[in-house]
């Protein structure tokens, strides 16, 4: 009994032993990270850019057979319920979204299996605005890339990169954004297989984004540049808003999918960290 009571003594002892160093500790981390922690703020003396259109039910999309306009669908309202709350549906192609690598390849990525660091890198914005003005088919050359490299440097590795071809100026009229002719083709401008392949394989991009409906030009009978870049684990970014409020180089990316288990791709927010005040 009084051995019992003496363990019982000491164990209660133990605990508050750590208790008391837990506290402390605990004390002593919350004193020394806080600064540490405020002067290493990631996102301190940066211009954060939205590269994300709102999605409504005039967004562009994929024009595939069962693919749909986006919907969103009051199910409770305020004055009936006391709440507000909405219901969406939309195919995963549609607005600012993010294709997997299993979209073309039989890749075992799907969307919510890329990993969180995939999703995060180094920004670099080409821009084909010019060409793509006078002609729709236009397409970034791997000539066009180094001469990127030779005003800018190298694509760092890593990078998320993408491709301003001013096609922003038609989002908000799908047909003459997606742009199809009599026959049915599409018409907007893309990546050229041989830049996307130079940009996967010898700079180890992330990610390749356009601000177009795909990343292969819209004449393309076969998706090249989709295979390639998800050949390889690496995801496509397409619809990109706001390219043109970005520098070439300099700044960094943030991509941020739904997390769809199985999906091919989704619906994606993308922000842009750009040093100092921005433009
Ligand atoms: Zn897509």
Known sequence: MKSAVSITLAAVGIVLVIALAVTTAWNRSAAAVAPEVAAGNPFAE??????????????????????????????????????????????????????????????????????????????????????????????????????WEAAHGPVPDGAVVLLHTGWSRFWTNYARYKNQDAQGKLHFPGYSAEAAKYLVDDRKAKGLGIDTLSIDAGNSPDFPVHHIVNAAGKYGLENVANLGQLPPTGFHVIVAPMKIEGGSGGPTRIFALVAGEGP
């Open 46 to 147: 940066r211009t954060i850019i939205d590269l994300t259109y709102a999605f409504n039910s005039n967004t562009p999309y994929w024009p595939g057979d069962r693919y749909t306009p986006f919907k969103l669908e009051t199910i409770a309202t305020l004055e009936q319920d006391g709440v507000l709350s909405k219901a969406i549906s939309l195919p995963e192609h549609l607005g600012t979204h993010l294709d997997a690598p299993n979209h073309f390849e039989r890749h075992p990525w799907s969307v919510e299996k890329i990993p969180p660091q995939e999703l995060f890198g180094p920004g670099v914005v080409m821009d084909i605005s010019l060409k793509a003005e006078q002609d729709a088919d236009a397409v970034l050359t791997l000539a066009d890339v180094r001469a």
